[in-house]
């Protein structure tokens, strides 16, 4: 993907980002990392259109946020879930395919039932998401963000609400989903995840970006910020 960051500020009560740019061309998978208040869900919000910056510009593969193609290629999951708790996992997605995207009701059936096949949820497809694990919940609402057949895949933090077994059971479904071609910008604190998952690293600091490069800086930081941050993580 082709990411043009240009002087990028945003202000809530506080300026949370100053002044950010990046140029980054060719990466299928980002990492967004940092300590918390650092700015890096902020940023991923901006990314994905779900915000607009105070100042300065974004533009993903060419396109604008505010366009509605680029609107139409992206697919996000939040932190906690986010499914709708009166519906089952494929009534969630169904929901979507159909009102969003046209479907009929048979074709967004069978492309519930694929995603939801293919992140290992064929035996929890009828249940409400109160009845089933959190890794559980959390992989249904990855399949509802790919069920619309997105370019760029957004996730923020997935795993924050999760214990160690079904961190790495989410986890491990999103490695999986590599070979879709898919192309992902995240935000974790699991650095072994974005060494095995990422090609490209940007370590965020105070809202501004510090580092970035391939996943070996981890192991290499240039900043004591970073060496910090790493110290603090492993």
Do not use: C, W
Request: glycine share 6%; hydrophobic share 40%.
């Amino acid at each position: 993907m082709d990411i043009k960051v240009n002087h990028l500020s945003h202000t809530y009560e506080v300026e949370v980002l100053h002044d950010v740019s990046l140029s980054l061309g060719s990466y299928s998978a980002i990492a967004l990392i940092g300590q918390s208040g650092s700015g890096k869900s902020t940023l991923i919000r901006l990314m994905s259109g779900l915000e607009m910056p105070t100042s300065g510009t974004i533009l993903m593969d060419g396109l604008e946020t505010t366009n509605p193609e680029y609107k139409k290629q992206i697919g996000f999951v939040f932190q906690s879930h986010s499914l709708f708790p009166h519906l089952t996992l494929r009534n969630n997605i169904t929901l979507v395919l159909e009102k969003t995207r046209g479907f009929s009701q048979e074709k967004a059936i069978e492309a519930a039932d694929y995603y939801l096949d293919l992140l290992h949820l064929e035996d929890q497809k009828h249940k409400l998401p109160k009845h089933v694990s959190g890794g559980q919940a959390q992989r249904a609402s990855i399949a509802r963000a790919l069920s619309v057949n997105p370019n760029i895949i957004f996730l923020d933090e997935p795993t924050s609400a999760l214990d160690p077994i079904l961190t790495h059971e989410v986890l491990h479904a999103i490695e999986e989903l590599k070979s879709l071609g898919k192309q992902f910008v995240f935000v974790t604190h699991e650095m072994a995840f974005v060494k095995a998952f990422a090609d490209y690293v940007v370590f965020m600091h105070d809202g501004m970006v510090l580092e970035q490069g391939p996943p070996s800086i981890l192991d290499h930081p240039k900043t004591s910020e970073l060496q910090n941050f790493m110290d603090k993580v492993k």
